[in-house]
């Protein structure tokens, strides 16, 4: 398994998710990692684990509390957009497939977000989203 916690340190609740992992390594079993951005080279670490969870924050203002989704590699014709600026979860997953001809299976973890402006310090509503990501994932694990 391989956890990304995705975002950025100094944009606020943007960091949610490398908090999150910073928190998790060396107490869960997985590979975790901490990236700034979705790039296509991910791809080739993807296709070497059988499952993957993407650590983010949301900025969805009705979203209170981390949310799991399940995410699906377009097949196809209409696999969507290999190429351009911003790259999502089913866009790398498209990536691996186009590349590798698999993709793991995927999960989000979005958490709740508030604030992306310059900073280190999450608002309180980020900083709960983290604590209870954090529990969520140590109990996945076993822990």
Same mark, same amino acid.
């Given at each position: 398994?391989?956890?990304?916690?995705?975002?950025?340190?100094?944009?606020?609740?943007?960091?949610?998710?490398?908090?999150?992992?910073?928190?998790?390594?060396?107490?869960?079993?997985?590979?975790?990692?901490?990236?700034?951005?979705?790039?296509?080279?991910?791809?080739?670490?993807?296709?070497?684990?059988?499952? @993957?969870?993407?650590?983010?924050?949301?900025?969805?203002?009705?979203?209170? @509390?981390?949310?799991?989704?399940?995410?699906?590699?377009?097949?196809?014709?209409?696999?969507?957009?290999?190429?351009?600026?911003?790259?999502?979860?089913?866009?790398?997953?498209?990536?691996?497939?186009?590349?590798?001809?698999?993709?793991?299976?995927?999960?989000?973890?979005?958490?709740?977000?508030?604030?992306?402006?310059?900073?280190?310090?999450?608002?309180?509503?980020?900083?709960?989203?983290?604590?209870?990501?954090?529990?969520?994932?140590?109990?996945?694990?076993?822990?």
């Amino acid at each position: 398994m391989l956890l990304l916690g995705l975002g950025n340190d100094l944009r606020g609740d943007d960091g949610a998710g490398p908090r999150v992992a910073r928190a998790l390594v060396g107490r869960v079993p997985w590979d975790v990692r901490i990236v700034h951005g979705l790039t296509p080279e991910l791809a080739d670490d993807l296709v070497e684990v059988d499952v @993957a969870l993407f650590v983010d924050a949301a900025a969805d203002p009705s979203l209170d @509390a981390p949310v799991w989704q399940r995410v699906e590699a377009p097949r196809g014709r209409g696999a969507g957009q290999l190429l351009g600026h911003a790259l999502d979860v089913p866009g790398l997953l498209a990536w691996c497939v186009a590349l590798h001809g698999r993709a793991p299976r995927a999960a989000t973890l979005s958490l709740p977000a508030r604030d992306f402006a310059l900073g280190e310090t999450l608002t309180p509503t980020a900083e709960a989203g983290v604590a209870a990501a954090i529990a969520a994932l140590r109990a996945l694990a076993g822990d």
